[in-house]
């Protein structure tokens, strides 16, 4: 930046700061040193052009000095001028100054001389403005009574309750006391304070129930019907009273808040400085304009301003607070409402009004609930449809619908509809899913969400009137005013909120929403409540009052229908029945739940568990610490006593009574006669599941349902399906056992070497999935596998002779043992799956709900046990029918030794044993195809090809001789036999007819000559075991020639 930047240079000349600024600065600097510049000059080529530039930049500097030097110096002229105007100035202020001294003494000696008279004129202009002050404040107070009975008709309640208040307290001024033509309206006033009284108590109550026009359900009606009230209001409102009484110890220290004067003055005792009385009717000091209020909704239409129910009202710390407040609508108006009687004085007489009328107006509003419920279901029953059918107006038609599924679904499943064999103790409607528990429960839940919405707003009221109530504990109340006997009642009463509170209003509540559940589940409170009328008299005998002071409503536990409290405020009787609040009756009439549920009983306590558990958490949640208690001891505890003392015994006994009947019957485990042809898996499609195991299934998943609807009694109810399991287990057990009884199969299958050996045998993966898994793994080891059918074989093959006494000959056990195995399996599976969502349902209770798991209820035994016990039974219902039809196939077989196959003729037919048992195979297949699956028939009748097989070859040890006619018999009963277990469409034919040919290549070898035969044997050596190929050579053939020494020869061959 350049020094000479400053320069006052006028635009005109603004090519001189160009100029300037070519020049160097050093010839500016504070020591100027010339020699350089001088050298430089003599030194230079052209001496004069750098004599000639300094002299141009001479003649610019001093051009430059000019303008400068002309523009200081103009300045210097106007300030010279100034200062001589100052001094001028100075001169006649001083002259000024001395002439006013003069003239104040001239009227010091004036005002001296007539100080008495103006002294008196002074006292009389005071006189005279006090009268006329007084005569203002008569006039606007005379005019008092008419604003309130406006501001209350318009229903500012606030501002009619600030007029009033302000002006009963102008009317006790040591000026206005004397003047005899106040008394009047004194008096008017102290009259429109009890009318005004009712005035807010009224609107409080429609409000209190959601009956008003700023009531929460009005507001949200738009939005949602079903909305459901949050905690958020409760605590706006708890928020709101803590800070209140803050605000209002600072303020005057009597704990009520004293608004501002009407006017807008800042002064509490409501008067001006001059001690005035401000009043105009048309005054809007909050901006609002008679068209806002006339509209009403616009106010409303903004955040952060003032209520419309408060536009015509004076500003001050309430106002102001509620303008600031984000507390719902609804909850500004109950606000608003409680300081109007906490103002007035009658926050103790409200309580007891309010309590007087809490129970009749519960018990009219869940009446009315009900009937607008039944209302709206008869309209809209003639338009019924079958797809959208309303929970109630259905009714008929699903019941209708429901009892033409269940005759179908029984027809399905060979069960008559009109049998003997109950299967529910309760009717479909009345089932965990049917419509009488649909109806219940919307019925509950829609009547319990209004109780939620009452109880907010009781809650928020109750909150507001104890602190109210505790706030006048220290109030001040003027001397004076105790003279008014209505005042001085009050003040006797100020100290609790006359019996009200979040305590007894939750328990009126509960009891009412009791009986109406009593009325559903047809219940009485004797048999709900053994201490009811203990504890019912002895909360009925209390003081609520007292109650309160001592800090005993903590305890407050709840009885059903206990006398209301019947405290009020001291001569207030005859005022309640004049208003027309008369005390109600305590004995109430029924709801007409009959008219909306299609059975009411005991069995809807499912339904009502859960809206009863949602309920109790919801008015939890609303309650503040010191009441969290009583929100666990009221209708949840009812409920839950309910269900355990009454609910789940009668639901056991019945449903044990509908399982002895179901498991009793004679047609409980009789097979189907009408039974499909083939076999079908599916239970819908008509599986021929036993009628009693299927009737147990159906109880048993239906006890599973009310433990569904239930979560917290799952632990006992399921309980009772175990018991119920044991015994249908024990019943299948003894129907199994009168089939077996003394039976040799029975008796077999109970050995340890021949359990072993089924349990190893490769046929046992037919088995239901709960043998061991090693079974499995012996199913491709062909030798070993050979090896335990031969040792089974041997051992039954050792039993001979076997007796038909000691077989099972009545096919139908037969067929018992078949369909009970299948029964058992699918009630097995059944139970699994029972197990599994059921265990899944209590730990999710356990883990997710504590507060309602019970701590009696322990934890449920594993289902799948009493599944491993019915599927057990079912495999050992398999592996008799294995062994009887192996034994009866040695029953059979066995004459092959009591005969000689020495024939003269080649015979047509199959031996007569042959005959019968191939039959026999054939029949018994034929009854079991409908009652057993394809794997399981193949298990059943594939053990009897390996048993004739081996018994077959055996045979020829027994036998003295056989000829060439012999052995074609014997290859003829093997072909029958092959082709009568191939007819079993289950059996692998290509395994039945190669161990069949086996058979029949075994009998050949007996017309072979023995040298052939000793060829063959050198050929397949391991075909047949050396003892088989030795007895070849014990039996004698007609026409074979067998050396002497054949045997030592043919040892030579085998292996040791």
């Known amino acids: 930046m350049s020094i000479f930047d400053g320069l006052p240079i006028p635009k005109d000349k603004s090519f001189l700061k160009e100029e300037l600024s070519r020049i160097d600065e050093s010839w500016a ?134 007029l009033h208040v302000q002006s009963s307290l102008m009317l006790e001024r040591e000026g206005l006391q004397a003047v005899g033509a106040l008394q009047d309206v ?20 429609s ?146 009004i309010i309590c007087q009328r809490l129970r009749s107006t519960i018990h009219d509003i869940i009446t009315a609930k009900i009937k607008a419920q039944a209302g709206r279901a008869s309209e809209s029953r003639p338009g019924l449809g079958h797809t959208a059918l309303p929970t109630v107006a259905g009714l008929h038609y699903l019941k209708d619908q429901l009892e033409h599924h269940l005759a179908k679904h029984k027809r399905q499943n060979g069960v008559s509809p009109t049998g003997t064999l109950a299967v529910s103790p309760v009717s479909h409607v009345m089932s965990p899913s049917g419509t009488a528990q649909i109806s219940a429960r919307d019925l509950l839940d829609s009547v319990l969400d209004t109780v939620v919405r009452i109880f907010e707003n009781h ?42 509170s979040i305590g007894f209003s939750l328990n009126v509540l509960q009891s009412e929403c009791q009986q109406l559940i009593c009325e559903i589940l047809r219940a009485t409170p004797e048999a709900t409540s053994a201490d009811a009328a203990v504890q019912t008299a002895r909360l009925a005998s209390k003081n609520p009052s007292k109650d309160k002071r001592d800090g005993s409503e903590d305890g407050l536990t709840f009885a059903f229908r206990f006398t209301d409290a019947s405290t009020s405020a001291p001569n207030q009787g005859s005022d309640l029945t004049r ?81 002895q009947q179901a498991i009793s019957s004679p047609a409980a485990f009789r097979p189907r006669a009408n039974a499909a042809v083939s076999y079908t898996p599916s239970i819908g499609k008509g599986r021929p599941v036993l009628q009693g195991l299927l009737a147990i299934d159906c109880l048993a998943k239906e006890v ?20 119920f399991l044991e015994r249908t287990y024990e019943r299948c057990r003894t129907s199994y056992m009168e089939a077996v009884l003394e039976k040799q199969s029975y008796m077999l299958i109970g050995r340890h070497d021949v359990d072993n050996l089924l349990r190893l045998d490769p046929a046992s993966t037919y088995l239901p999935n709960s043998i061991d898994g090693g079974t499995l793994e012996t199913n491709n080891l062909d030798a070993e596998s050979n090896g335990v059918e031969m040792e089974l074989s041997d051992i039954l093959l050792n039993l001979r002779p076997i007796k038909q ?34 265990s899944k349902a209590y730990n999710h209770v356990v883990e997710n709900e504590p507060h309602h798991a019970r701590t009696s209820s322990l934890p449920p035994k594993d289902l799948e046990s009493f599944a491993e016990d019915y599927r057990k039974l079912a495999i050992d219902c398999l592996k008799v029918l294995r062994i009887e039809m192996q034994l009866e196939t040695i029953f059979h077989l066995q004459e092959m030794t009591k005969r000689e196959y020495l024939d003269d003729q080649d015979a047509e037919e199959p031996d007569d044993f042959v005959i019968s048992l191939t039959s026999q195979i054939t029949r018994r297949d034929e009854e079991m195809t409908p009652f057993v699956a394809d794997v399981k028939r193949n298990y059943i009748f594939g053990g009897i090809c390996p048993i004739a097989a081996n018994w077959s070859i055996k045979a020829l040890a027994e036998m003295k001789s056989i000829n060439l006619f012999g052995v074609q018999q014997i290859c003829r009963n093997s072909i029958a036999l092959e082709q009568a277990l191939a007819a079993v469409s289950s059996i692998d034919s290509e395994v039945v007819q190669m161990r069949l040919d086996r058979v029949r290549t075994y009998y050949e070898l007996l017309n072979m000559p023995f040298e052939a035969l000793l060829a063959f044997i050198q050929e397949h050596i391991d075909l047949f075991s050396a003892v088989e190929y030795m007895n070849l050579l014990k039996v004698f053939v007609p026409g074979r020639e067998i050396p002497e020494d054949a045997h030592d020869r043919l040892a030579e061959i085998l292996p040791s």
């Not at 958490?617 to 209708?635: A, R």
């Not at 037969?814 to 097995?828: N, T, W």
Request: charged share 25%.
């Open 579 to 659: 208003q027309g609040w008369r005390r109600p009756n305590v004995v109430q009439e029924g709801y007409g739940t009959g008219a909306v549920l299609p059975e009411q009983g005991i069995y809807l306590a499912a339904s009502v568990y859960r809206p009863v558990v949602q309920f109790t958490d919801k008015v939890t949640s609303m309650l503040p610490q010191k009441f969290s208690q009583l929100g666990n001891d009221g209708l949840l505890a009812f409920t839950e006593n309910f269900v355990k003392d009454h609910f789940l015994p009668t639901m056991f006994v019945d449903y044990r009574k509908s399982v």
């Open 29 to 162: 600097a504070a020591r100027f040193d010339s020699l350089p510049h001088v050298v430089h000059i003599l030194t230079s080529k052209d001496g004069e052009g750098e004599v000639k530039v300094l002299k141009e930049q001479s003649d610019i500097i001093e051009e430059v000095v000019d303008e400068v030097v002309h523009a200081y110096h103009g300045g210097f002229n106007k300030a010279i001028q100034n200062y001589s105007q100052i001094l001028r100035l100075f001169s006649e202020s001083a002259q000024s100054l001395g002439e006013l001294k003069v003239d104040l003494a001239q009227a010091k000696k004036l005002l001296g001389a007539h100080n008495k008279q103006l002294h008196q004129l002074w006292y009389r202009s005071v006189t005279l403005r006090h009268i006329i002050s007084l005569l203002d404040q008569v006039e606007g107070i005379a005019k008092v009574p008419g604003r309130v009975e406006k501001l209350i008709a318009e229903k500012q309640f606030y501002a009619a309750v600030q």
């Open 805 to 838: 006494e000691n077989l099972i000959r009545e096919d139908n056990k037969l067929i018992l043992l078949a369909s009970l195995s299948d029964s058992l399996e699918y009630v097995a599976d059944s139970i699994e799956r029972l197990g599994k969502s059921s």
């Open 459 to 500: 809650v928020i009221v109750g909150e507001l009137l104890e602190s109210k109530s505790s706030q006048q504990l220290n109030m001040n109340t003027p001397k004076t005013m105790t003279a008014d006997v209505s005042w001085s009642n009050d003040s006797d009463a100020s100290n609790d909120t006359g019996g009200f």
């Open 186 to 205: 004194r008096s008017e006033l102290t009259k429109l304070r009890g009318a005004f009284f009712y005035k807010v108590l009224e609107d409080l109550h």
């Open 207 to 352: 409000h209190l129930y959601n009956k008003g026009e700023y009531s929460s359900d009005v507001s949200s009606m738009l939005e949602s019907d079903d909305a459901i009230p949050t905690a958020t209001a409760v605590t706006s409102s708890m928020n709101y009273s803590h800070s209140l009484s803050r605000r209002t110890r600072k303020g005057d220290g009597d704990g009520v808040y004293r608004p501002s004067s009407v006017d807008g003055g800042s002064s509490f005792d409501g008067h001006n400085e001059d001690g005035t009385l401000d009043m105009h009717d048309d005054a809007a000091p909050n901006g609002y304009t008679p068209t806002m209020k006339a509209n009403g909704g616009d106010a409303r239409m903004f955040s952060r301003q003032i209520p419309v129910w408060l536009s015509d009202s004076t500003p001050d710390e309430f106002v102001e607070a509620m303008r600031k407040s984000d507390a719902p609508e609804h909850v500004k108006y109950l606000q608003t409402l409680v300081e109007c009687l906490s103002m007035l004085g009658k926050v103790s007489a409200a309580g007891a």
């Open 704 to 723: 599973l349902m009310w433990a569904q609807a239930m979560p917290k009694f799952a632990g006992e109810l399921i309980n009772y399906v175990q018991t």
